[in-house]
T-cell receptor, first 111, second 113 residues
Framework: QKEVEQNSGPLSVPEGAIASLNCTYS??????FFWYRQYSGKSPELIMF????GDKEDGRFTAQLNKASQYVSLLIRDSQPSDSATYLC???????????FGAGTTVTVRA | SAVISQKPSRDICQRGTSLTIQCQVD?????MFWYRQQPGQSLTLIAT?????????ESGFVIDKFPISRPNLTFSTLTVSNMSPEDSSIYLC??????????FGQGTRLTVV
């Protein structure tokens, strides 16, 4: 079983819609959860991080964490063509700063 | 956020040669890491760059192939030695800020021919 799994893409959504990205992790003790956006040919850019169960909102982005289900998601509201990118979920284990990454989900926002 | 500068941004190298990648951070950071992203793949951790001591390598990565230096809390280098086409990847350094957020440099795109 992979440490971090993301829903397979690509995900295509119309402009203005909500894009929903999912991520599950295997280490129940994982403590920090990150979402990165990576444009083609560029390095990953941190969008959000979340530590506690529940929702965390930042602008059009909402991260949701459910530790009991070992599940973290990212919602992108009012999707824009500029949101078209690969989104990477990353997790770090307790008392460690090493990140394990999912395979990524490619999102395409149709104008 | 921490400003991370990587050099070179890209390079094309002959097989059998070595390339040293530099990572400079604008502030002192405790934790610094090197990752690799092979074409079409996600990121894989190569090693933790430890200041003043030998790097800690992940399974599948060895010091002879990827020697790392970390002379101080703002700078590190990764060398890709005796390169083969399979080493063609993006190499990224990463730092943690305030123990809460992990940021990446712009990456070094390496092509081995």
């Amino acid at each position: 079983q992979k440490e971090v799994e993301q829903n397979s893409g690509p995900l295509s959504v119309p402009e203005g819609a909500i894009a929903s990205l999912n991520c599950t992790y295997s280490d129940r003790g994982s403590q920090s959860f990150f979402w990165y956006r990576q444009y083609s040919g560029k390095s990953p850019e941190l969008i959000m991080f979340i530590y506690s169960n529940g929702d965390k909102e930042d602008g059009r982005f909402t991260a949701q964490l459910n530790k009991a289900s070992q599940y973290v998601s990212l919602l992108i509201r009012d999707s824009q063509p500029s949101d078209s990118a690969t989104y990477l979920c990353a997790v770090n284990p307790p008392n460690d700063y090493k990140l394990s990454f999912g395979a990524g989900t490619t999102v395409t926002v149709r104008a | 956020s921490a400003v991370i500068s990587q050099k070179p941004s890209r390079d094309i190298c002959q097989r059998g040669t070595s390339l040293t990648i530099q990572c400079q951070v604008d502030s002192q950071v405790t934790m610094m890491f090197w990752y690799r992203q092979q074409p079409g793949q996600s990121l894989t951790l190569i090693a933790t760059a430890n200041q003043g001591s030998e790097a800690t390598y992940e399974s599948g990565f060895v010091i002879d192939k990827f020697p790392i230096s970390r002379p101080n809390l703002t700078f590190s280098t990764l060398t890709v030695s005796n390169m083969s086409p399979e080493d063609s990847s993006i190499y990224l350094c990463s730092v943690w800020q305030a123990d809460t957020e992990a940021f990446f440099g712009q990456g070094t795109r390496l092509t081995v021919v």
